[in-house]
């Protein structure tokens, strides 16, 4: 399917557990991020990356890893999940050129951490 | 630095009536201001986006925006609700040379019928 995925959609796991969310687009598009949703504070920014195997960190990196070998993937990992990272994770990917250009996301991952 | 803020976590319309979601911006350079759309269980879908072309800037599904420099506000509007309009709307801005957005908290819009 072309666009952008993100898998699982659904995922509980446990307190100290390590935790991987897929995403996957297939325009090519240069940047990709990854964004936590919580209910009173919209959308932040975990990480992003600008090409493959070029990552930063956004407002609120810590306790996550990211990685990307190949443009077209950006896999997000809680390496010791914790209650505080409860939420609803998206990732989106943009176009190179242009800082105005609209990102495009995809349908999220609605984490439980117990 | 930038950031938005929308005023109303919760705003209710009867349907056919005016739609106004409010959105006011802090940026020290030009902005770039967007509206995105979330329903239900779904990822977020553009509405519009201001890039300094004009001031006026029209969406999908009837909603319109307009840039004030004077009162640094980016409000959404739309005359006339439908009921398929109901869901959670944010703005967001960012600035020339910036990677990521930065995202109000909200409003999230329901229609009585």
């Known amino acids: 399917d072309a666009g952008i995925t993100q898998s699982p959609r659904y995922k509980i796991t446990e307190t100290g557990r390590q935790v991987t969310l897929m995403c996957h687009q297939t325009w090519s598009h240069s940047y990709m991020f990854w964004y936590r949703q919580d209910l009173g504070h919209g959308l932040r920014l975990i990480y992003y990356?600008?090409?493959?195997?070029?990552?930063d960190k956004g407002e609120v990196p810590d306790g996550y890893v990211v990685s990307r070998s190949k443009t077209e993937n950006f896999p997000l990992t809680l390496e010791s999940a914790t209650r505080s990272q409860t939420s609803v994770y998206f990732c989106a990917s943009r176009e190179l050129a242009g800082d105005y250009n609209e990102q495009f996301f995809g349908p999220g991952t609605r984490l439980t951490v117990l | 630095a930038q950031s938005v803020t929308q005023l109303g976590s919760h705003v209710s319309v009867s349907e056919g009536a005016l739609v106004l979601l409010r959105c006011n911006y802090s940026s020290s350079v030009p902005p770039y201001l967007f509206w995105y759309v979330q329903y239900p269980n779904q990822g977020l879908q553009l509405l519009l986006k201001y890039t300094s072309a004009a001031t006026l800037v029209k969406g999908i599904n009837g909603f319109e925006a307009e840039f004030k420099k004077s009162e640094t506000s980016f409000h959404l509007t739309k005359p006339s609700a439908h009921m398929s309009d109901a869901a959670e709307y944010f703005c967001a801005v960012t600035r020339g040379g910036a990677n990521n957005l930065f995202f109000g908290t909200g409003t999230r819009l329901t229609v009585i019928p």
């Open positions: 990356s600008a090409a493959a195997d070029i990552t």
